[in-house]
T-cell receptor
Framework: RKEVEQDPGPFNVPEGATVAFNCTYSNSASQSFFWYRQDCRKEPKLLMSVYSSGNEDGRFTAQLNRASQYISLLIRDSKLSDSATYLCVAGGGSYIPTFGRGTSLIVHP | GAVVSQHPSWVICKSGTSVKIECRSLDFQATTMFWYRQFPKQSLMLMATSNEGSKATYEQGVEKDKFLINHASLTLSTLTVTSAHPEDSSFYIC??????????FGPGTRLTVT
């Protein structure tokens, strides 16, 4: 079983839609969680950290569910520029950060 | 966010030659640097973890004698692909971490071995 699993998608949504991704992790000792965004042939860029209390940044909301061992990312009012691959990461402490395979999002007009 | 540079951004080399890739943290001191490899449509695969002044820790299946990592200072780590083969062609990305948990990625190096 992979340590961090994501639905690869693609998620194909119209502009203005709300879309949510989930990511499950297998290591219950994971302490730090992040969402990264990766554009085609570019390096990943940190989108946001995921805290136990949740985290909201504009149109983006991240949640952590420790009991079920998953993190989520909600994007409201999708823009064309949101089209990218979204990677989740679980790690922290002595645990090396592990990336999910990424979820592809395509926002169309 | 913090800035990490990588050089070169792309390189083409002949089979059997060696290639060195540099990773620098420009505005912070990186206690740990990570080296990843990403094949098309695949996830980032961690190759090794490098701490300044100590030997790198390699992930299972990564040959340490083929992928030489040197982390001589808190701002520079290098990855040398020795005796490169076409199957080593990939996107190599480094990341650096300071005291927090966030990682900051370099722009990546696209290696093509002919």
């Amino acid at each position: 079983r992979k340590e961090v699993e994501q639905d690869p998608g693609p998620f194909n949504v119209p502009e203005g839609a709300t879309v949510a991704f989930n990511c499950t992790y297998s290591n219950s000792a994971s302490q730090s969680f992040f969402w990264y965004r990766q554009d085609c042939r570019k390096e990943p860029k940190l989108l946001m950290s995921v805290y136990s209390s949740g985290n909201e940044d504009g149109r983006f909301t991240a949640q952590l569910n420790r009991a079920s061992q998953y993190i989520s990312l909600l994007i409201r009012d999708s823009k064309l520029s949101d089209s990218a691959t979204y990677l989740c990461v679980a790690g922290g402490g002595s645990y090396i950060p592990t990336f999910g395979r990424g979820t592809s999002l395509i926002v169309h007009p | 966010g913090a800035v990490v540079s990588q050089h070169p951004s792309w390189v083409i080399c002949k089979s059997g030659t060696s290639v060195k890739i540099e990773c620098r943290s420009l505005d912070f001191q990186a206690t740990t640097m990570f080296w990843y490899r990403q094949f098309p449509k695949q996830s980032l695969m961690l190759m090794a973890t490098s701490n300044e002044g100590s030997k790198a820790t390699y992930e299972q299946g990564v040959e340490k004698d083929k992928f030489l990592i040197n982390h001589a200072s808190l701002t520079l780590s290098t990855l040398t692909v020795t005796s490169a083969h076409p199957e080593d062609s990939s996107f190599y990305i480094c990341s650096a971490r300071a005291t927090g948990e966030e990682q900051y990625f370099g722009p990546g190096t696209r290696l093509t071995v002919t």
